[in-house]
Nanobody
Framework: QVQLVESGGGLVPAGGSLRLSCAAS????????VGWFRQAPGTEREFLVG???????????FHADSAKGRFIMSIDNARNTWNLLLTSLKPEDTAVYSCAATSPEYFGSLNRLDAYRYWGQGTQVTVSS
């Protein structure tokens, strides 16, 4: 059973940066894509960035408008990890950030919530003003 664990959340001042990591374990890991989402109190889960796991799938990625230019995702296939670098953070970026992975059989849009089968427990990011 695949398990995802995030790390790297915390408190950061506005304008600062934070690097989140997600590690997959629990067996053979070969998703179609991995991604990052966030959820602020009282809001629905929001897609941020998705990326195909392997260049075999074309190495494509998709960014939500809220993430473009500020959030940078990278993948380390050899270590079954992926990261999200958050830059130029604003107080409105405060949320629980979660990583996710699709099944190997999935093929389609990267920004769909229901595309992702496996989820981490989330890590809190708080941006102070």
């Amino acid at each position: 059973q695949v398990q995802l664990v995030e790390s790297g959340g915390g408190l950061v001042p506005a304008g600062g940066s934070l690097r989140l990591s997600c590690a997959a374990s629990g067996g053979a890991f070969s998703p179609y894509a991995v991604g990052w989402f966030r959820q602020a109190p009282g809001t629905e889960r929001e897609f941020l960035v998705g990326m195909t796991w392997s260049d075999w799938y074309g190495g494509s990625s998709f960014h939500a408008d809220s993430a473009k230019g500020r959030f940078i995702m990278s993948i380390d296939n050899a270590r079954n990890t992926w990261n999200l670098l958050l830059t130029s953070l604003k107080p409105e970026d405060t949320a629980v950030y979660s990583c996710a992975a699709t099944s190997p059989e999935y093929f389609g849009s990267l920004n769909r919530l229901d595309a992702y089968r496996y989820w981490g427990q989330g890590t809190q990011v708080t941006v102070s003003s």
